[in-house]
């Protein structure tokens, strides 16, 4: 089945030591987005890539990088984790079809616990 | 600013229908996502509007209207796995999506 595929599910961390999450898509989709998630909280964009080309939010911190070496891949990179990037990470995949819908696919998450 | 407001939580009984509402206010409309969460998982599609009007898929269906900047998703014949989070997503002129918090459904038996 064509999905969104992020590992690992659960990543330990401890404060200010560098991780990276994945996360692989089948869909063949352009478009793959980076979201942090808090308990209880909206989905907030960190960036997004259309194909090649990376945007980054506003007001995404520095602290956040992101990676994405083809299509079906796609990193984020946190340089120096604070207690506070203690989250849900989700990739999500869409392919915008003009004016068009173009749902967001989300993976299953990645749950980060910085110690 | 951008805003989607849609209540923290609500309780509803097994087999009766609950309503969850969602406005919202974007610079431009593009259509409106809801979404299901469930605790500690992804959020999963459920729906989309783009037009005025209902959608019905099965159990759920979504209404829009662009006028009022509001939207619900009307769920039917509750069951114990419907209890989720549910969130409304805007998209904005520029096709970005716009988050709410999202409403934390609890059924009860």
């Known amino acids: 089945d064509a999905m969104v595929i992020q590992n690992p599910r659960y990543q330990v961390t401890q404060f200010g030591k560098p991780v990276t999450l994945s996360c692989s898509q089948t869909?063949?989709?352009?478009?793959m987005y980076w979201y942090q998630q808090k308990s209880s909280q909206a989905p907030k964009l960190l960036f997004h890539?259309?194909?090649?080309?990376?945007?980054n939010e506003a007001d995404t911190p520095d602290n956040f990088q992101s990676r994405r070496p083809n299509t079906s891949f796609c990193f984020l990179d946190i340089r120096s984790p604070g207690l506070g990037d203690a989250a849900m990470y989700l990739c999500?995949?869409?392919?915008?079809?003009?004016?068009?819908?173009?749902?967001?696919?989300f993976g299953p998450g990645t749950r980060l616990t910085v110690l | 600013g951008q805003n989607i407001d849609q209540p923290t939580e609500m309780t509803a009984t097994e087999g009766a229908i609950v309503q969850i509402n969602c406005t919202y206010q974007t610079s431009g409309f593009n259509g409106l996502f809801w979404y299901q969460q469930h605790a500690g998982e992804a959020p999963t599609f459920l729906s989309y509007?783009?037009l005025d009007g209902l959608e019905e898929k099965g159990r759920f269906s979504s209404f829009l209207s662009r006028s009022k900047g509001y939207s619900y998703l009307l769920l039917k014949e509750l069951q114990m796995k419907d209890s989720a989070s549910y969130l409304c997503?805007?998209?904005?002129?520029?096709?970005?999506?716009?988050w709410g918090a999202g409403t934390k459904l609890i059924i009860k038996p």
């Open positions: 509007n783009v």
């Open positions: 890539y259309y194909d090649k080309d990376f945007n």
């Open positions: 869909l063949n989709h352009n478009v």
């Open positions: 997503a805007a998209k904005d002129s520029n096709y970005q999506l716009i």
């Open positions: 999500a995949t869409s392919r915008p079809q003009g004016i068009e819908t173009d749902t967001q696919y």
